[in-house]
């Protein structure tokens, strides 16, 4: 069961410079401005999945008062949504250009299952333990125009040298999705492939796809190292983000490591929309 433990309103500056009525022509009302979560450990009470949603109102004048839910989707792009909700909110009428932040906090067994990662090795390794939730949120609200948008981020180890960790990735466009990774950084390589670990057509074949996103880095990389980067689905005039982190570590030194070193970088995993 989902529970939403706080909404708070964060003032911020009003866009100064431009008439009422240049702005009204602009305006869209409330709109995502981010989302994103990290797993917590609550004690005798298992994982914790935290979400937390800014939303903005790009006005200068108020905004009508909104209501709205949170669901859960698989990882992926235009996937729809699987199991129950995440939580509902309510956002107040808010002064032009003013921020207004909704946190939830659902127990992960309540979640779909994270997508399914395949490493390069077995056992115990000189790898944190990666308890990110791998997969989606659809943000729908009603009123001040109202507002439908899906975030979906994903994360991975990688042993740079290993050979490629994968992550499952889902995508469903009638015409078949084109796709293409932004933002790589420089030492890792990404690929697409399909079940049988071919590399995917671009664009997909139309309708269902099921694969798996891959990434290896190369000899120059210094484990410890974070890359964010996105896998792009365009399906007709629709675009799906997958926004990505990766992390190297060493896969051939064994040692114990604390669950809490992940605690670290589920914060790097906060990333910019």
Known sequence: ????????????????????????????????????????????????????????NNNEVPSDPVVGEFRPQPFGGFVGNQGGGIGVFEIPSLPGGETYTVINEVPLDDLPPSARRLLPWEGEVGCPIDDFWSGGVEASWTGD?????????GSLLVCPMEGCSYIRVLADCPDGAYWEFQDVCPGFETGL??????????????????????????????????????????????????????LTCDCSRATAVEPSTWGAIKQRLRLSR
């Open 145 to 153: 125009a109202g507002g439908l948008e899906a975030v979906h981020r």
């Open 193 to 246: 492939v399909d079940n049988d670990f071919n590399e995917a057509p671009n664009p997909l074949p139309p309708g269902r796809f099921e694969g798996w996103i891959c990434v290896d880095g190369d000899r120059e990389l210094n484990f410890g190292e974070t890359c964010a980067f996105d896998l792009v689905f365009a399906c007709g005039d629709e675009t799906a983000p997958l926004h990505m982190t990766v």
């Open 1 to 56: 069961m989902s529970r939403q433990i706080m909404n708070f309103a964060v003032a911020a500056a009003v866009l100064a410079g431009a008439s009422l009525l240049a702005t009204a022509a602009l305006a869209v009302g409330i709109t995502l401005d981010e989302l994103s979560w990290q797993t917590i450990g609550l004690e005798d009470s298992g994982a914790i999945v935290r979400f937390e949603a800014r939303f903005v």
